[in-house]
């Protein structure tokens, strides 16, 4: 083929890289042949309960409407969202996952010559959505693997349009405090929107974590993203949301395309957000696990990245891409992060008690190895 079709490209688009996934556990069977049923996947920060029941229920009711389109307002999952957030209806904005409310974002407010401003070591969606529309990415430095949050206040210029930040932060579990937060908001200025990306907020119970929502009617520029892929346990239905001034939704809603969100994933997240014990469960189960991960990672000597979220960051002390392929060759998947600019990292997801002891167990194998 004579034509360069990577040439014609935008020129932020040829300088980006796919966004790698977790693998899959069929992959690697494939590739070792391995028994799928014997492998443990701790890659994608994923709910290790599988699906409510109250969900399972509500997919299955919706199986004889599969030939219809889905509703594309996605009414009554953004009037359960409005009630469930304090928020007004139109305040709330449906995505494919909260990925899509990011890229919405950067298609509505992202433009050569303007730039957003984000942290090393954050969610690698941030530069491939700002990058995509032709903007510039300013990776701040991090301080301690977090956000420096006063470091990215100097970041901003007057081509600053949107600052991305993470709370907890993926793929490092780190947080900042409700104080931080406050003092952060109070001076950004009023025409750089704040997307507070708060993926893992449901982990997180007192007030050790500040609920972005919370400052929505003092902020009309922050917006608040959110999904029901981790403690909901949804990712394979995709389906997250934004919570914003009804300014910056109305924006938004201009961007996102019709039937963002398929009929199984509304009628899913519904039943989801309503079942409380759920929730409940998901996090004593992340709470149990992350004490066992810490505690046999300390037996090893090892240490790790104080986290929030539903994962762990392990600091091997050497490359981890061997570690992480010795592991892969006993049937246990994790994921490397050298990618994140962290190469002596391994992000582990949390699971069950059987998943995590494995875990550990392999680690203890090909570390004497």
């Known amino acids: 083929m004579s034509c360069d079709f990577l040439g014609l490209a935008q020129p932020g688009v040829q300088k980006?890289?796919?966004?790698?996934?977790?693998?899959?556990?069929?992959?690697?069977?494939?590739?070792?042949?391995?028994?799928?049923?014997?492998?443990?996947?701790?890659?994608?920060?994923?709910?290790?309960?599988?699906?409510?029941?109250?969900?399972?229920?509500?997919?299955?009711?919706?199986?004889?409407?599969?030939?219809?389109?889905?509703?594309?307002?996605?009414?009554?999952?953004?009037?359960?969202?409005?009630?469930?957030?304090?928020?007004?209806?139109?305040?709330?904005?449906?995505?494919?996952?909260?990925?899509?409310?990011?890229?919405?974002?950067?298609?509505?407010?992202?433009?050569?010559?303007?730039?957003?401003?984000?942290?090393?070591?954050a969610f690698a969606v941030y530069p491939i959505a700002t990058q995509a529309v032709g903007a510039q990415g300013?990776?701040?430095?991090?301080?301690?693997?977090g956000h420096d949050l006063d470091g990215m206040l100097a970041a901003i210029d007057e081509n600053t349009r949107v600052i991305f930040v993470a709370n907890p932060n993926n793929p490092t579990g780190t947080w900042f405090g409700p104080q931080?937060?406050?003092?952060?908001?109070?001076?950004?200025?009023?025409?750089?929107?704040?997307?507070?990306?708060?993926?893992?907020?449901?982990?997180?119970?007192?007030?050790?974590?500040?609920?972005?929502?919370?400052?929505?009617?003092?902020?009309?520029?922050?917006?608040?993203?959110r999904t029901f892929s981790k403690a909901y346990g949804l990712a394979a239905l995709r389906v997250g949301y934004g919570?914003?001034?009804?300014?910056?939704?109305?924006?938004?809603?201009?961007?996102?395309?019709?039937f963002n969100v398929n009929s199984l994933a509304l009628a899913?997240?519904?039943a989801a957000l309503s079942d409380s014990e759920y929730l409940a469960d998901s996090r004593r189960v992340n709470d149990a696990g992350m004490a066992q991960l810490q505690d046999g990672l300390r037996a090893m000597d090892l240490?790790?990245?104080?986290?929030?979220?539903?994962?762990?960051a392990v600091d091997l002390g050497r490359e981890s891409m061997p570690l992480y392929q010795a592991l892969l060759r006993?049937?246990?998947?994790?994921?490397?992060?050298?990618?994140?600019?962290?190469?002596?990292?391994?992000?582990?997801s949390i699971g069950l008690p059987e998943e995590n002891a494995r875990f550990l167990e392999a680690l203890a194998k090909v570390l004497d190895a």
């Open 243 to 258: 919570i914003s001034s009804a300014p910056v939704a109305d924006v938004l809603n201009r961007v996102r395309q019709p």
């Open 138 to 145: 300013r990776a701040v430095p991090a301080k301690d693997y």
């Open 16 to 121: 980006l890289s796919p966004y790698v996934p977790g693998k899959p556990v069929d992959e690697l069977a494939r590739e070792l042949d391995l028994d799928p049923a014997s492998i443990v996947k701790l890659a994608s920060n994923e709910n290790p309960l599988g699906p409510s029941p109250k969900v399972l229920e509500a997919i299955s009711a919706e199986l004889a409407e599969l030939t219809r389109y889905p509703d594309g307002n996605g009414f009554a999952l953004k009037r359960q969202l409005a009630a469930h957030c304090g928020v007004a209806l139109n305040q709330v904005t449906l995505g494919n996952g909260s990925n899509d409310i990011l890229e919405l974002v950067a298609r509505a407010y992202l433009a050569p010559g303007l730039n957003a401003v984000f942290s090393e070591h």
């Open 268 to 270: 899913a997240a519904c």
């Open 180 to 225: 931080a937060l406050s003092d952060f908001l109070a001076r950004v200025p009023e025409r750089v929107l704040v997307v507070l990306d708060e993926a893992y907020i449901e982990y997180a119970e007192g007030d050790e974590l500040p609920d972005g929502l919370e400052y929505l009617s003092r902020y009309p520029n922050l917006l608040v993203s």
């Open 330 to 348: 006993e049937g246990v998947i994790v994921r490397p992060v050298a990618n994140y600019g962290m190469p002596h990292h391994l992000r582990v």
């Open 303 to 312: 240490s790790w990245i104080p986290s929030r979220g539903n994962f762990i």
